[in-house]
């Protein structure tokens, strides 16, 4: 399995999405310009400028027209896929940290980090299948808890937004209302930040990732942890086979750690594990940092990492993957 470098980003890589036909890959990274690539042969497509701050997030709608786009520079953009043309720009007081379409497109969550005396925040926005007629006001704006949020995705129906961030609690809340329904346990959950989460394709499940060094399948409804996948190093990302029932974690120290770790220091994998056996199948190694973004191609033949170093790495599977026996 060679991988395809795709080199068009100058910072480190912060988030992957690939749109729901599996064509295209969008990549955002610190270096303010997300970019768009053909998923098949790593060609990049076009960038995305207009954002003066790291992009942390972004999301594509279901038919590939509209990206949304969560940035350091207290904005959030929507943006034409096709032209690059940039739609609309909701500003905030504090930096966009995550982004995600609710089905149908027709709402998007946006978080906002804490700053200054800000708390962090979830706004749910309104998107307008006609751009001359988007406007920035909130439907609904939740008041989050201490410390920022990292991530955040509709729940099952559009009907909760469920987040997670440095606290380590995932927390459940009402779109609607913006009431707090259910938040896991400090006992049996995360231990630290909660870095990724990744929601399955019907909405029943969700994987997270987390700083101590696992991560973590839960029930959407009920936020009950199914499976627990332990790992030697902090986990920046995660995702799920759409094909097989295989879940994909990455992550490493972060720099200014890099010297006090063991001697395999230089080797960032992205391991795989049996999403019900919870046991390690096997690893891609390459990244010359640690891996801040992965994401599964919607048809489960491929796979993305975006690392600190800059470049995605784009896997075609062999044949001898999909004929792995546990």
Known sequence: MRPILMKGHERPLTFLKYNREGDLLFSCAKDH????WFADNGERLGTYKGHNGAVWCCDVSRDSRRLITGSADQTAKLWDVKSGTELFTFKFDSPARAVDFAVGDKLAVITTDPFMELTSAIHVKSISSDPDEQTAESLLTIKG????????????LNK???SAGEDAIVRVWD?????????????TGHQNTVSSLFMSEDGSHFLTGSLD???????????????TYVTERPVNAVAMSPLLEHVVIGGGQSASEVTTTDRR????????FHKILQEEIGGVKGHFGPINALAFNPD????????EDGYVRLHHFDQDYFNIKM
Request: positive net charge; charged residues 25%.
């Open 145 to 156: 808890p201490r410390g920022r949020i990292q991530t955040a995705a509709w729940g099952p």
């Open 300 to 307: 489960g033949r491929s796979f993305t990492s975006g690392g």
């Open 265 to 272: 220091a230089g080797k960032f994998e992205a391991k795989f």
């Open 160 to 162: 909760t937004i469920i």
């Open 33 to 36: 310009t997300p970019t768009v």
């Open 213 to 227: 060094k696992s991560a973590k399948l839960w029930d959407s409804r009920t936020l009950t942890i199914l499976k």
């Open 175 to 187: 779109s609607e209302t913006g009431k707090l329904l259910i938040e896991s346990s400090k006992e």
